[in-house]
């Protein structure tokens, strides 16, 4: 159970991550 609670926390984090990263990507042409 927290093996999958913990696994549902990176998932969301690296989401973020990964919209962010984009979004400064496209801001800093």
Same mark, same amino acid.
């Given at each position: 159970? @927290? &093996? @999958?609670?913990?696994?549902i926390i990176a998932a969301i984090i690296s989401g973020c991550a990964v919209t962010y990263f984009s /979004? /400064? @990507? &496209? &801001?800093?042409?």
């Open positions: 159970m @927290l &093996n @999958l609670f913990s696994q /979004w /400064w @990507l &496209n &801001n800093h042409k």
